[in-house]
Structures are given as structure tokens and as C-alpha cells.
């Protein structure tokens, strides 16, 4: 997975290193990115709603109203047995019943929880499109619109949040701002080489193409179940 996210990582340099002989623009390019990065720091923003100070009670909403499920713990160590109830409880006509599987994937930073306690067998791999259940951690969550921030990486592998039936993700409660203009700066500021890409997931997939009808699972996972820790 490394291999390939540092293949694009090259892929992007070249093209953009034409795009930049192309122009004209030679030598480092520091100064260019600094005086970037003072031009977004420096304009005002629009106007925006007021948010409550409680930005973790408001995320759940928000989620909530998009069509998630939510949860809060208190510890991650409690994640395994959350997800064998949220799976046990799943409430699947027969002919969806393989969809409710205690069988899945992770992102490599929940390898080490105790997933065979709870009855679950969890890879720490990315997933390779049959997997019907993928857990996922995020970069940061929005609470004005209850949207997951999604980073991509080697230890982030966004196939796992697109192609599960399920999608449970992991939210920290740290890690949860105010609005949109909060997660990028935030994505600027910790990231500064700008990851491959970032996804902004606000519940399940859904469409409403077809006679004006919203059916859900159509590009993604039919459900998102998000668990807030801490």
C-alpha cells in the first residue's frame, strides 16, 4: 500500500513540476507555498451560524440528522464490544442478511483491540471489495454539519470507508470542530503536504437520480455508523 501511495505522490510531483516549467516557474518553492498559506490565513470568512459551546453534543445531532447511527464511549479499549451489539442489533430483511457480518476490516491503528473478545474477526488491511464491514478512524469531524473528515494514506486506506456494505468510523471527541473552514485549516496545518485526498463523509450513500426517490447505499456503504471517544 506504501508503494503505490508513494507512486502517486510521484505521479502528482511530475505533473505538476510541467504544469510549473510550463509558467515559467523555476527554483524553490517554499516562498510560493508560504505566501499561500498568509493569503488563506488572511481573508475574512462569510457569515456563519453561531455554534454551541458543547461542539461534541452537536456532532451527534448533526450525524444523526444525515442518516448515522451515533454512539460515545468513554475509551477506545471499548470499541470491540460496541460494534458486536451495533452489528447484533442490525434489523436486516433475509434477503440483506449477509450484510449483518461479524467478519470485516480495520485501519491498522485498531489492530490491536480485542476484537476476538467480542466474537469479531477483524483484519488490520485495507479492504479488497468483499469485505462487508470496514472500520475506519478519521482526521477530524465537523460539528456543524456532522460530517467525517477522511484523510488518505497508507495506514488510511479510504477503499475501506467506500466499499463496505457497513462503514462504522471512529471519531475522538478532541478531534471535533466547529465548521468546515476549522477542518481545513486544520488538514493545512498538520498536513502540509496536502494528503492524495480528502473525503467528506455526512452518512450513508445516497441518491435520489431516479424518480426523485433517495435510496441509500447506491455509491457507498448502505450504512455509517460513527463512535465517538471521549
Known amino acids: 500500500m506504501s508503494s503505490a501511495i508513494d507512486a502517486n505522490a510521484a505521479s502528482r510531483e511530475a505533473i505538476l513540476a510541467r504544469v510549473r516549467s510550463a509558467l515559467g516557474k523555476v527554483g524553490n518553492r517554499d516562498d510560493a507555498r508560504a505566501a499561500a498559506r498568509t493569503y488563506v490565513a488572511a481573508r475574512a470568512q462569510g457569515p456563519r451560524p453561531s455554534m454551541p459551546v458543547d461542539l461534541v453534543g452537536r456532532f451527534l445531532v448533526r450525524a444523526a440528522d444525515m442518516q448515522s447511527t451515533v454512539e460515545r ?30 467478519q470485516g476490516v480495520c485501519w491498522p491503528e485498531f489492530a490491536d483491540l480485542g476484537w476476538a473478545d467480542a466474537g469479531l474477526e477483524i483484519a488490520p488491511r485495507p479492504t479488497r471489495g468483499g469485505d462487508r464491514l470496514g472500520i475506519t478512524g478519521s482526521f477530524c469531524a465537523i460539528a456543524e ?3 467525517l473528515v477522511i484523510t488518505t494514506g497508507a495506514a488510511t486506506p479510504s477503499a475501506t470507508v467506500l466499499l463496505p456494505d457497513t462503514h462504522v468510523a471512529v471519531v475522538r471527541a478532541d478531534r471535533i470542530v466547529a465548521g468546515m473552514e476549522e477542518a481545513f485549516a486544520l488538514v493545512r496545518a498538520e498536513r502540509p503536504g496536502m494528503p492524495r485526498a480528502v473525503n ?26 460513527v463512535v465517538v471517544v471521549g
Open 200 to 225: 467528506l463523509v455526512s452518512g450513508p450513500s445516497r441518491t435520489g437520480d431516479i424518480e426523485q426517490t433517495i435510496v441509500l447505499g447506491a455509491h457507498g456503504p448502505f450504512r455509517v455508523h
Open 73 to 102: 464511549l468513554s475509551s477506545l479499549a471499548q470499541l470491540p464490544a460496541a460494534v458486536a451489539r451495533y452489528i447484533d442489533a442490525l434489523d436486516l430483511p433475509p434477503a440483506l442478511a449477509a450484510q449483518k457480518s461479524r
Open 145 to 147: 454539519t456532522g460530517t
